[in-house]
């Protein structure tokens, strides 16, 4: 598994990337990791797309504040494929990061908050027991599609509540996927769910969501 590293713009913060084998091809790791670690985030990006959504970028600045963050390339991505494989393929995938970046001398420090945006939100959700996630969060979680509140992706979610896990969504205002006040009633009052400006992709400089992910995670706590 080849392993390219270089300073980032932190000089206490190296940045790397992972190429990790998976069962159904080969997955990259992008990881940015302090000198010092508070923990671990680690996030999935949408289904669409080649490149990272702004705020998945800007929450790599996380990594300043004493936080390894990861952002994980799903195989399809990889591969130069622009729609995703099926949800049992991204959740196998996921999986199989999650096992190595884990596993041996160097893994990822505790406590473990694994999510991410859109499509990566509901993988992590749906993997979080099996990965023993210490949190879960999910931006722009995508609670139906658009005009299809009768679809509802709720029991997702709730593997995550349902089993005690702290489970926090950061949802654009305008989100044609479920609004804040929809994901709150369907998720109930187990979820924590904060209000930001935009709509599913949030806005052109998300500093909303960077500020409301750095305060869920200043309140998370040292796992013991």
């Known amino acids: 598994m080849p392993v390219r590293s270089s300073p980032a713009r932190n000089s206490r913060v190296r940045k790397s990337i992972r190429e990790i084998d998976t069962p159904v091809g080969m997955a990259r790791a992008h990881l940015w990791r302090p000198s010092h670690a508070l923990g671990a985030l680690v996030l999935g990006h949408g289904a669409g797309g080649s490149s990272w959504s702004g705020d998945l970028q800007a929450l790599t600045t996380l990594s300043e504040l004493g936080w390894w963050v990861v952002l994980v390339e799903q195989p399809w991505r990889v591969a130069g494929r622009r729609v995703a494989t099926a949800p049992a393929q991204l959740d196998l995938a996921w999986l ?90 369907a998720l109930g009052a187990a979820a924590e769910v904060v209000e930001v400006a935009g709509t599913h992709s949030f806005t052109k400089t998300p500093t909303d969501v960077l500020d409301a992910a750095a305060t869920f995670l200043a309140h998370l706590g040292t796992v013991q």
Do not use: K, M, N
């Not at 949190?135 to 722009?140: D, G, K, N, P, W």
């Not at 599609?145 to 654009?172: F, H, K, M, Y």
């Open 96 to 185: 199989a990061v999650l096992a190595a970046l884990t596993s041996g001398r160097g893994g990822l420090p505790r406590p473990w908050v694994f999510g991410g945006r859109s499509a990566g939100a509901r993988v992590a959700c749906r993997t979080a027991g099996a990965l023993h996630a210490d949190a879960v969060l999910a931006l722009s979680f995508p609670l139906h599609p658009p005009g299809r509140p009768e679809r509802s992706r709720a029991g997702e979610a709730a593997l995550v509540t349902d089993a005690g896990t702290r489970l926090v969504v950061i949802q654009g205002e305008r989100d044609p996927f479920g609004s804040p006040g929809e994901v709150r009633e």
